[in-house]
């Protein structure tokens, strides 16, 4: 993916692992909505960069 892949800075994180990552905040924080209504027993997070948010 090389470049693309770097420049896709928005991730969702599942038990510590990034399981999604997204070019735009808003489409992270969309699938992340969907994500914690479909799994509730799960902890799912969103991180940028790498940092908790």
Same mark, same amino acid.
Request: proline share 0%; glycine share 6%.
């Given at each position: =993916?090389? =470049?693309?892949?770097?420049? =896709?800075?928005?991730? +969702?994180?599942?038990?510590?692992?990034? +399981? @999604?990552?997204?070019?735009?905040?808003?489409?992270? $924080?969309?699938?992340?909505? @969907? =994500?914690?209504? @479909?799994?509730? $027993?799960?902890? +799912?997070?969103? @991180?940028?960069?790498?940092?908790?948010?």
């Amino acid at each position: =993916m090389g =470049m693309y892949a770097d420049s =896709m800075r928005y991730e +969702i994180k599942c038990d510590g692992k990034v +399981i @999604a990552r997204f070019l735009y905040e808003s489409d992270r $924080d969309l699938c992340l909505v @969907a =994500m914690r209504e @479909a799994f509730d $027993d799960v902890v +799912i997070e969103a @991180a940028d960069q790498g940092k908790k948010t």
